[in-house]
């Protein structure tokens, strides 16, 4: 029984592993992806809208 558990719990942890490892690709990809677009079209940075003001800023590196 407790073989079981630890396969259990070390299953577990691979799984919360692979997904937050899936999510820091996405989330570094799409970084790629919006830098390659920005030096394609010569931009300085990505314009966001401010949702509160209806302002647009400039992206900043961790959105």
Request: aromatic content about 10%.
């Amino acid at each position: 029984m407790p073989q079981l558990l630890f396969f259990a719990a070390v299953t577990a942890v691979g799984v919360w592993g692979y997904r937050a490892f899936l999510k820091e690709a996405e989330r570094v990809s799409a970084r790629v992806r919006r830098a390659e677009k920005e030096d394609q079209t010569g931009a300085a940075g990505t314009l966001v809208e401010d949702k509160e003001t209806g302002e647009y800023r400039v992206m900043k590196s961790d959105e």
